[in-house]
């Protein structure tokens, strides 16, 4: 017979296979911490117990948190990614950055792509994972304007203005009175049409916004819109 802790004991049968074995399952238990114990009793009466001998059921895998950043995050400064495993019965873990071996609360302070990713397996074979894919972009983006080129003169009294930044960055721009904004495409190229001047010498400015939230310094040119001189008509009507 058999019992798990302080339960009610139960008949373990005969092994047909191998004399003296006997075999049997134990009730339905919850993930803890159990002991069982045996006893014989042959037909004399005469009594022999063993036990209690301890064993945990754990059907749970380890769980993992990260700490000090998110999955999908892009931030414009320095962070310190923990990491916690929990289980009542760690075995062995791993926890790396890109590849190589990390240690929780160590601070990542160069911009670059990341991925920290943990795995843990416990003394049941119960495993768990968690991979976070970050961001770290602490440089400010730079704007090119690339036409009109700076010092041109114009005729008209709007123009397109074309240039280059970081990839999907917000754009302003702004000559005089005249301000927009407009998002940087997938290539990092960027255009504004019907950009309005003064008669005379205009300042064109633009300025970049990554995604991080990093703010950079305006380019400018100069633009000089000097109108098409009137033509005269001259002549006799017959």
Same mark, same amino acid.
Request: proline share 3%; net charge negative; charged share 15%.
């Given at each position: 017979? !058999?019992?798990?802790?302080?339960?009610?004991?139960?008949?373990?049968?005969?092994?047909?296979?191998?004399?003296?074995?006997?075999?049997?399952?134990?009730?339905? /238990?919850?993930?803890?911490? &159990?002991? &069982?114990? /045996?006893?014989? %009793?042959?037909?004399?009466?005469?009594?022999?117990?063993?036990?209690? *001998?301890?064993?945990?059921? $754990?059907?749970?895998?380890?769980?993992?948190?990260?700490?000090?950043?998110?999955?999908?995050?892009?931030? !414009?400064?320095?962070? @310190?990614?923990?990491?916690?495993? %929990?289980?009542?019965?760690?075995?062995?873990?791993?926890?790396?950055?890109?590849?190589? !071996? &990390?240690?929780?609360? @160590?601070?990542? @302070?160069?911009?670059?792509?990341?991925?920290?990713?943990?795995?843990?397996? $416990?003394? =049941?074979?119960?495993?768990?994972?968690?991979?976070?894919?970050?961001?770290? $972009?602490?440089?400010?983006? +730079?704007?090119?304007?690339?036409?009109?080129? $700076?010092? =041109?003169?114009?005729?008209?009294?709007?123009?397109?203005?074309?240039?280059?930044?970081?990839?999907?960055?917000?754009?302003?721009?702004?000559?005089?009175?005249? =301000?927009?904004?407009?998002?940087?495409?997938? +290539?990092?190229?960027?255009? *504004?049409?019907? *950009?309005?001047?003064?008669?005379?010498?205009?300042?064109?400015?633009?300025?970049?916004?990554?995604? =991080?939230?990093?703010?950079?310094?305006?380019?400018?040119?100069?633009?000089? &819109? %000097?109108?098409?001189?009137?033509?005269?008509?001259?002549?006799?009507?017959?």
């Amino acid at each position: 017979e !058999a019992r798990i802790d302080d339960g009610a004991w139960f008949a373990l049968a005969a092994d047909a296979a191998t004399a003296g074995d006997y075999t049997g399952t134990t009730p339905a /238990l919850a993930d803890g911490e &159990y002991a &069982y114990a /045996l006893r014989a %009793t042959d037909t004399a009466g005469n009594v022999a117990s063993a036990g209690p *001998v301890a064993f945990a059921i $754990d059907n749970t895998a380890p769980q993992i948190l990260v700490g000090g950043i998110a999955d999908g995050d892009i931030v !414009a400064h320095a962070v @310190t990614p923990t990491v916690t495993i %929990t289980d009542a019965h760690p075995a062995s873990q791993s926890i790396t950055l890109n590849g190589a !071996a &990390y240690v929780s609360g @160590t601070a990542i @302070t160069a911009s670059g792509s990341y991925v920290l990713a943990v795995e843990a397996t $416990d003394a =049941a074979g119960n495993r768990g994972e968690a991979r976070v894919a970050f961001t770290l $972009d602490l440089d400010a983006p +730079n704007v090119v304007i690339t036409a009109p080129l $700076d010092g =041109a003169i114009v005729d008209t009294a709007t123009i397109a203005v074309t240039g280059t930044t970081e990839a999907l960055a917000k754009v302003e721009l702004d000559v005089g009175a005249f =301000a927009t904004h407009v998002f940087a495409d997938a +290539n990092g190229v960027f255009g *504004v049409n019907g *950009v309005a001047l003064q008669q005379g010498a205009n300042t064109v400015r633009a300025r970049a916004t990554d995604r =991080a939230g990093n703010v950079g310094a305006f380019a400018t040119i100069q633009v000089t &819109y %000097t109108p098409a001189a009137a033509t005269a008509l001259t002549g006799t009507l017959a």
